[in-house]
């Protein structure tokens, strides 16, 4: 089990990963509030590269949208902070068109055709491509809990490159939200227009968080089973906890399992579970004193309403994390009860017993992950 005190919380952003960040040199926020955002895009004289036969537009400071059988041309994708629950109308106004000299053939993404070994690439006709015809779109992703607009500007919304817009005028509207903040998250500035506001879901429930204003140690547990931790173990590693008093202390935890991939909008909360703390009778938590808990590893066994087992494993972590605070209201604690021999048979001689010498199962620690069984 490893037990880390006050320490940073990285947070990763996997949609960083696969989502460009846009280069904001040439856009200029006009103004960002709680009914919409204004932003400016500056669109600088483009230059025409060659690909497989056909040409292409390319900008400086812009990306390239290449889509299967699409026309290849710069696009660029903003991400706008916006409200809970809400989908932004969009506005686009090209500003001061420029006309161009070109007469070359547009170059198109290729497309896959055929199965397997015979799979080959081609290029589809130009009358079988449908172009939207707008400088912009939008729609709505979340990241990192957040909801936010992606807008996607086109300097060049049609097959023809014969004409661009010096600038490109985008304006999102929305019923007003209050509750809008400058964003703090670094992560969430370096991907979102610089200057934007946001409406973070959880900023309304951060001060009735059980962590508001108290100190907090993580836990994390490889496998399931009863766990404790000494005053002595927790101070070693840097948890200033000896000393506070024991009622205070408090075990949270999340659910354990792993986020479902195509529902980016579940969420799962911490909750508090009971645990045992023994001292010695001061009312104070010693460096000799004892905290006992349960803790679920994020691979166990669970059984479903249908009264059937499911195996849970988690693809990204190998630990469970458990989050100890103190300091404030007093815990949950383990009920106690009578325990005393009351004439039942023993455990050998049970139905349950012969059954598994029936089958002849050997469970073997870490190893067996088929019945379930738990030999003890």
């Known amino acids: 089990m490893n037990l880390t005190g006050r320490t940073n919380l990285f947070l990763l952003l996997t949609a960083m990963i696969a989502i460009n960040i846009p280069i904001t040199e040439n856009v200029e926020l006009i103004y960002s509030a709680s009914d919409g955002c204004e ?48 989908v932004p109308e969009i506005t686009c106004i090209p500003e001061n068109m420029f006309e161009l000299s070109f007469s070359g053939i547009p170059a198109i993404a290729p497309v896959q055709a055929g199965s397997g070994l015979e799979t080959i690439w081609t290029s589809p006709e130009p009358a079988q491509i449908e172009i939207p015809g707008v400088y912009a779109d939008v729609s709505v992703i979340t990241i990192a809990g957040m909801p936010v607009a992606a807008v996607t500007v086109f300097p060049f919304p ?63 547990i490889p496998t399931s089973g009863i766990y404790a931790v000494t005053g002595a173990m927790l101070d070693s590693a840097g948890i200033d906890i000896t000393g506070v008093s024991t009622s205070s202390l408090r075990m949270f935890a999340g659910p354990g399992l792993q986020f479902t ?42 059984i ?56 002849e199962y050997q469970w073997i620690p870490r190893r067996e992950t088929t019945t379930g069984w738990i030999w003890s």
């Open 158 to 220: 049609m097959d023809e490159f014969n004409e661009y817009p010096e600038k490109i005028r985008v304006v999102l509207e929305w019923d007003e939200v209050p509750g809008a903040i400058e964003t703090a998250n670094r992560n969430i500035n370096n991907l979102c227009l610089p200057g934007t506001v946001s409406w973070h879901r959880n900023q309304p429930e951060s001060r009735s968080s059980s962590f508001w204003g108290k100190p907090w140690a993580r836990l994390s």
């Open 304 to 359: 479903n309403d249908s009264l059937s087992v499911t195996r849970l494993h988690h693809r990204y972590s190998e630990n469970n994390v458990y989050w100890l605070t103190w300091g404030g209201t007093s815990g949950i604690r383990v009920d106690t009860v009578n325990a005393e021999p009351d004439g039942s048979p023993a455990w050998g001689g049970s139905l349950m017993h012969y059954e598994w010498q029936e089958q």
């Open 39 to 86: 932003f400016v895009v500056n669109i600088p004289p483009p230059v025409f590269r060659e690909y497989s036969g056909g040409w292409y537009p390319h900008i400086s400071g812009m990306g390239i949208s290449i889509i299967a059988g699409d026309y290849i041309r710069p696009a660029e994708t903003f991400y706008i902070p916006i409200p809970p629950d809400v």
């Open 261 to 302: 991939l195509l529902d980016p909008g579940e969420e799962h909360y911490l909750q508090e579970l009971a645990i045992e703390v023994t001292d010695d009778g001061d009312g104070t938590f010693g460096e000799t004193d004892t905290l006992k808990f349960y803790g679920m590893g994020l691979r166990r066994f669970v």
